[in-house]
């Protein structure tokens, strides 16, 4: 199985934004011969190119919320995959399917969503099928003005789902029984809460009551407050360390920018 995940951006929130400090292109999946591109917010286009991911393999385009660290680049990344846009004729070839929230769809210009072979409308609870790969849409409580959704991967081999920006709720557990590998979104470390995030303390028990427990965890999408301008170091290898100690999961990774990891490795 050659099934990969490419970290292009591990750092959310605003601060990562301004600074870079964490890079926040989002993640790229590779996934049973299908590159897809997840929540590309700024600057995903550059990492793309700095970590030698070819942006023209891209032909499922996935933004889970409309906040800025998430459709950012989007238009660049429809753009950019495909190696000419029209024949001599003008006639544009269309490529690709798009995954979103209606309000994100409202955010890209017509000239773009026509390069598109379909724009899907997506919510937590629809299920679309691509290629043999079946995407259902997960339950978040993030924004009280933006829907926004996460999403399960069901593949004939594994399955891997990603929590997009949420916080905990009584039925996070559930909805994430049965999955293999979670990439998290966790932006702030121990028990610093926050409204519209997961912060480590709180999602420990949350972790345990997945059912069977996870083969592999990936955390990612770190706040300033965990590693950058207003943290006093970096908390994510004391936060993996913590996950390690108190969470049923065997194997657990922090995310770095330009990380590879082959899905194989993770389902061990
Ligand atoms: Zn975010
Ligand atoms: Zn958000």
Redesign the pocket.
């Known amino acids: 199985m050659k099934d990969q995940l490419v970290i292009l951006g591990s750092g959310g929130g605003r601060h990562h934004i301004r600074t870079q400090h964490r890079a926040t292109g989002g993640f790229l999946l590779k996934i049973n011969g299908v590159q897809a591109h997840i929540d590309p917010g700024p600057g995903a286009i550059v990492r793309l190119n700095q970590y030698e991911e070819d942006p023209v393999k891209t032909e499922l385009f996935i933004t889970t919320?409309a906040?800025v660290?998430?459709y950012n680049d989007i238009s660049a990344i429809i753009e950019s995959s495909r190696e000419t846009l029209h024949d001599k004729n003008y006639n544009y070839h269309k490529k690709g399917i798009l995954l979103t929230t209606p309000e994100v769809v409202g955010l890209i210009s017509d000239y773009h969503l026509n390069m598109l072979e379909k724009v899907v409308r997506f919510k937590a609870g629809d299920t679309y099928n691509y290629k043999d790969i079946t995407i259902i849409g997960t339950k978040v409580i993030?924004?009280p003005v933006n829907e926004?959704f996460g999403i399960i991967f069901k593949l004939k081999e594994y399955s891997l789902a990603y929590t997009s920006?949420t916080m905990v709720f009584d039925d996070f557990a559930k909805q994430y029984s049965g999955i293999n590998i979670l990439i998290l979104n966790l932006l702030r470390p121990d028990s610093v809460t926050c409204k519209r995030h997961a912060c480590t303390d709180e999602i420990i028990p949350y972790l345990n009551s997945i059912e069977p427990p996870l083969n592999s965890l990936i955390i990612t999408h770190f706040g300033s407050m965990m590693d950058g301008p207003r943290s006093k170091r970096n908390f994510v290898p004391s936060q993996v360390k913590k996950l390690q100690e108190k969470t049923n999961i065997k194997r657990i990774i922090g995310a770095e920018d330009g990380l590879k990891i082959q899905i194989n490795k993770l389902l061990v």
């Open positions: 919320h906040h660290d998430h993030h924004s926004g920006d």
